[in-house]
């Protein structure tokens, strides 16, 4: 039958509105609107990393169909993408004993380097050729040249797409899990958390020391506002796609953990049956002085983690159906390798305890048993189920057994 020609204009002018409808759902403000609109995942350097791979040629390019339809189920071509570790029970030396400067295809990550000395050396090289410029003419300098066209386009891509992979994750949650007023609550969060950039200068102006700093973190103002931060160190040591993926995941998580949900006065259960799970397999540290949310707590550190593998995983599987083998393990390194040297603010008190940590979890724990642990990275670096039976991967589901931590002795403490 043939269809009338008012009928197809008509049924086409329908998807476009709904297209634009569904783009300006997720995209905020201006955010990375023509991103969102454009966004196909056909394959990684169609979708999302469009001319940031070099020097590698890719194996033949496969139909990512499965994956835009959201199925994320195992692929039987995916067992052909795997290469066995000699040892898989235990990746962290494998992730964090190695090079210090690492590349994948979509760029190198540097431990090697502190990220905020690599900026200070920027703004004194700025001093130096430009002796005539006023104080804040030179941060302004710094600034535009740390913050350039080229890496702002990348960071937003960065961030777009981990928001939109973070609304997709909990909006596919069962509903027995989350209810649909719970999902909209939590995607109402996400939404709101906006990246905020330099230049000019001032955008950072609360906090000048950003522009060095090789800190990323989420934070909500006094005003409300919810930001996500980047330091202009962080961006000149980290170049690769998946180190930005986990960092970014990991800190808008921040704007929906456990502590931030309790805080909006709001509760709920899936996230008090992994809040057990991280309790039970030993990923908080119940410091003698611990006060939930408040200090000695790693609750909502390790829960950003938690999130953070859950989008990281799914990255690096589509990056897997192009580039196999050691692009793809370089690329599952460097997506933690940050993590295995934590900077000097981490520590409570080196001299004394020098594997204590005062924010996050020791590097082990967040690496081995949070990232390591996550099915699909095991299944794309080749290995099989944890022989450990109790090391099994968290999930928002009610645990088998459940386990109270202790209630905290009386003590005095002071808000981190």
């Known amino acids: 039958m043939k269809v009338p020609h008012w009928l197809g204009l008509l049924c086409m002018s329908t998807f476009i509105v709904l297209l634009v409808q569904l783009g300006s759902f997720i995209a905020t403000d201006e955010e990375s609107k023509f991103f969102y609109l454009s966004y196909q995942r056909k394959t990684p350097s169609e979708a999302f990393l469009s001319g940031e ?27 052909e993408l795997t290469f066995p570790r000699t040892d898989c029970d235990h990746l962290y030396s494998f992730i964090c004993e190695q090079e210090q400067k690492l590349s994948d295809p979509t760029g190198s990550l540097d431990i090697s380097t502190v990220a905020s000395q690599a900026a200070k050396n920027l703004l004194d090289e700025i001093k130096k050729r430009h002796p005539k410029l006023t104080p804040a003419e030179v941060q302004e300098k710094l600034a535009e040249t740390i913050f350039n066209s080229k890496n702002q386009a990348r960071i937003q891509k960065a961030f777009t797409w981990v928001k939109r992979e973070l609304i997709l994750f909990f909006e596919q949650q069962s509903d027995s899990i989350f209810t649909a007023a719970e999902k909209s609550r939590i995607q109402d969060l996400i939404l709101k958390t906006r990246l905020k950039l330099p230049p000019p200068a001032s955008v950072y102006a609360d906090q000048l020391d950003l522009l060095t700093s090789d800190e990323v973190y989420y934070e909500k103002t006094e005003q409300g506002e919810r930001l996500l931060r980047v330091g202009g160190g962080y961006i000149l040591t980290s170049q690769s796609w998946f180190n930005l993926i986990f960092t970014f995941a990991h800190e808008l998580a921040h704007a929906i953990d456990i502590c931030e949900i309790k805080d909006e006065g709001l509760s709920f259960p899936a996230f008090d049956h992994l809040n057990a799970c991280f309790l039970e397999h030993g990923l908080i540290d119940l410091h003698h002085e611990r006060k939930e949310c408040i200090a000695h707590d790693h609750l909502a550190e390790v829960f950003a983690d938690w999130i953070a593998v859950q989008i990281t995983s799914l990255s690096l599987k589509t990056f897997a159906q192009e580039y196999p083998k050691l692009p793809l393990e370089n690329a599952i390194r460097n997506s933690v390798r940050d993590l295995c040297t934590p900077t000097h603010h981490e520590r409570k008190d080196p001299h004394q305890n020098p594997e204590e940590f005062e924010f996050h979890p020791l590097p082990k724990i967040r690496v081995e048993m949070l990232f390591s642990h996550h099915p699909t990275i095991r299944a794309l670096l080749g290995c099989g189920a944890l022989k450990i039976p109790q090391a099994s991967f968290c999930s928002f589901e009610k645990p088998l057994t459940s386990i109270k931590p202790p209630l905290p002795q009386p003590h005095s403490s002071h808000p981190l």
């Open 53 to 79: 791979i070099k020097n590698i040629k890719p194996t033949n390019p496969r139909d990512l169909a499965s994956v835009t339809s959201r199925s994320r189920k195992t692929q039987n071509s995916s067992q």
